[in-house]
């Protein structure tokens, strides 16, 4: 029986690779390669099976796109990441803005730091 931890790393990865591939446009081998080259991350089953996401097929999706285009994989690679970090820095902005927010609300005197 899966573990509550287990069975919250798989949430919404609901797609094995096979699905995946279809969903993405390309042959399971590919994303087995992509993996290897650290540009998907897939969740993974207490047995170990790869488990895809929309977010991960969508993910799949962009880099068709842009090897598509002409990016090498290293620049694909280069691509994701700066896209990732800019998420991550997008995240961390409205937080801090719900947080300063939340203190403005409650009265608190904002100080700076």
């Given at each position: 029986?899966?573990?509550?931890?287990?069975?919250?790393?798989?949430?919404?990865a609901v797609y094995v690779i096979s699905a995946a591939a279809e969903l993405a446009g390309v042959h399971p081998?590919?994303?087995?390669?992509?993996?290897?080259?650290?540009?998907?991350?897939?969740?993974?089953?207490?047995?170990?099976?790869?488990?895809?996401?929309?977010?991960?097929?969508?993910?799949?999706?962009?880099?068709?796109?842009?090897?598509?285009?002409?990016?090498?994989?290293?620049?694909?690679?280069?691509?994701?990441?700066?896209?990732?970090?800019?998420?991550?820095?997008?995240?961390?902005?409205?937080?801090?803005?719900?947080?300063?927010?939340?203190?403005?609300?409650?009265?608190?005197?904002?100080?700076?730091?």
């Amino acid at each position: 029986m899966a573990s509550e931890r287990d069975a919250a790393t798989i949430r919404g990865a609901v797609y094995v690779i096979s699905a995946a591939a279809e969903l993405a446009g390309v042959h399971p081998q590919t994303l087995r390669f992509y993996e290897r080259r650290g540009l998907i991350r897939p969740r993974r089953t207490p047995g170990g099976d790869r488990r895809f996401s929309d977010r991960d097929i969508e993910r799949l999706r962009r880099i068709q796109r842009l090897t598509a285009e002409g990016v090498s994989l290293a620049g694909v690679q280069r691509i994701l990441d700066l896209e990732d970090r800019l998420e991550r820095a997008r995240l961390e902005i409205a937080r801090l803005h719900r947080q300063s927010s939340s203190r403005a609300q409650s009265g608190a005197r904002l100080t700076p730091g």
